[in-house]
């Protein structure tokens, strides 16, 4: 059975209902927003009969109203213009290395279980979205491993940049063009620490390229991301820069920009334009607890790209500067301790034997405030800015020393292959023995010279009060802390002496520099009142 309109007029009691004006009104309004629409309407006035909305002064008033509004300008010349210097990257890996890398890598993730970095950044350009070389091969090494990628030319003549991640251990390197050209390519140079490489395409010339960008962007300046995502080449998504600066734990240089347009796997190399057609940075990695995109990724900038590719096309290598110096950031409560208005510049840890700030004096608790004249925010940018210049240049380095201001020169030395040095702070001696009690701080303390292993300096940690604000800091048994407040230590009454002094000058925290694992590094542990 099918239900129809009743027809009310057919009953006695109907009467036809009169119009109101808000009725007739609230129906014009109705109208007038499908009229935007195109679609022909009509209304009804109950003096003349049908009116044509369309047709009347009202409508056509409005509707010169709506061309003066400017409308939205899309992007469609600027990606006619620069899409065709996008290529797609692929690559095979050779069946050994794919074995070696399973191998040493059996769960096919280069981190930790449930680390932050397992959890929140994945990789993306290759299978599972993580970078060939820090993944394993196909479960029990078999066959090669294909990867796939984006990249784009940076000069007619067919030089190409793309990730170090897409191409690293790479035996075999194809690349397509924009209109469906596939060439082979040779990886000239690549670089892990920025995860930049250089390829040069074979068998060709005179292919459309792109300019990398010389300014800065700004956050909220609109951007492109062009690539390969899920191995459809071709793909351009829009949006804006939502950051810049970002450290997401990937080294000691990390400076990357993040944007907000969606990108993908296999975006890993392809270039984030900006409007006026030039690359402002190379995607490298996203923000992924699912693995696909949530809006957050990071590129490497253009002035980062332009510095690396330089060296890699000179020498097929990236060589920097150096210093020789373990540093870490200044904290707010290192800041007071060492009588600084503002939480800003690089603590040195330890300077490394022989290297060239030790041999230019430069001393554990020296904070690096400038390089060159220019202001050093923290220890990250210090670590930028040094390994951006390069080795045997001299350089100025203004350095707080024992709350004094001094101008120290030397000369750059080359940044040694070996990863940075880290302060350790998991490696557990154990085996100390019993000390003394310093209930204020939550340590118990014993001379270094009279544990085992510990070393003849400084007094060694035997136990920590687990709710103390030291276990807050990640002192543990082991420990050894050399200093406290900028004076050695040799036994518990130095350190019960340096804190008294603290406490006298109004310190709200003392600083120590404490030893662990083999190498050092400054802790602000605050005071308790009384």
Known sequence: MTDRPTDLSSFPSYQAPRRSLFSARKFALMASVVAGLGVAVYGFSPSHGPVDFLTSTAHAQVNNEVRKVAQPVGFADIVERVKPSVISVKVNINEKVAKDDSANNNDDSPFQPGSPMERFFRRFGGPDGLPPGMRGGPRGGRGAVTGQGSGFFISADGYAVTNNHVVDSADKVEVTTDDGKIYTAKVIGTDARTDVALIKVEGGSNFPFAKLSDGKPRIGDWVLAVGNPFGLGGTVTAGIVSASGRDIGNGPYDDFIQIDAPVNKGNS?????????????????????SGGSVGIAFSIPASTVKNVIAQLKDKGSVSRGWIGVQIQPVTADIADSLGLKKAEGALVAEPQANGPAAKAGIESGDVITAVNGETVKDARELARTIGGLAPGNAVKLNVLHKGQDKVINLTLGQLPNSIEAKADTDNDKGGAARGT??????LTLAPANSVAGAGKDGVVVTEVDPKS???????KEGDVILEVAGKSVANVADVREAINAARTDNKNSVLMRVKSGGTSRFVAVPLAKG
């Not at 190399?269 to 607890?289: D, L, R």
């Open 437 to 442: 009690d310093v209930p204020k701080l939550g």
């Open 269 to 289: 190399g392809g270039p984030a334009f900006n409007t006026e057609g030039e690359v402002m940075g190379v995607n490298t990695a996203i923000y992924s607890p």
């Open 469 to 475: 604000a030291a276990a807050e800091r990640g002192f």
